[in-house]
């Protein structure tokens, strides 16, 4: 369902083309909108390593402009997928952690980061990533999550 928001005063408007017009208590409603941003209690291993890596390299940008999209535990047991994109190219990259343990992929994550990334002790030191492939993106991309 696709919705228009619209924050008026002490009330937030729900409205959709199909004629919805739903009205809530702003207070109330930021307080249930805050509350779910945190409830992670739905996330399975995989999901909640996924986060947690995201975390790390959200607004990342790469020497060559490549930004940071996602992170993903599910294409390869035991392996984190990274993608960054430009201009309808994606470059993958990944690394290694124990597919059971949140913690190591976070860890991983850090240590890809400063290794491959940026380094805390100054600019990325020109290694190569653990592994790394470049392909157009379809239109679809992005739209996992």
Do not use: C
């Not at 941003?37 to 999901?47: H, V, Y």
């Not at 100054?122 to 157009?136: L, M, V």
Request: glycine share 8%.
């Amino acid at each position: 369902m696709l919705v228009d928001v619209l924050r008026q005063g002490q009330e937030v408007l729900w409205t959709n083309a199909k004629g919805l017009h739903l009205h809530f208590d702003r207070e109330e409603y930021e307080r249930g909108v805050a509350s779910a941003r945190q409830d992670f209690s739905w996330e399975d291993t995989k999901r909640t390593a996924e986060r947690l890596v995201s975390e790390v390299f959200v607004g990342v940008l790469l020497d060559d402009g490549y930004t940071f999209d996602w992170a993903s535990a599910r294409v390869r047991n035991g392996v984190m997928t990274l993608s960054f994109s430009k201009s309808g190219t994606q470059k993958l990259f990944e690394f290694s952690w124990d597919g059971e343990s949140p913690q190591d992929a976070l860890a991983g994550a850090r240590r890809f980061h400063e290794d491959r990334v940026e380094p805390l002790d100054g600019p990325a030191n020109g290694s190569q990533p653990i592994r790394s492939e470049t392909k157009p993106t379809s239109s679809a991309a992005g739209s996992r999550r």
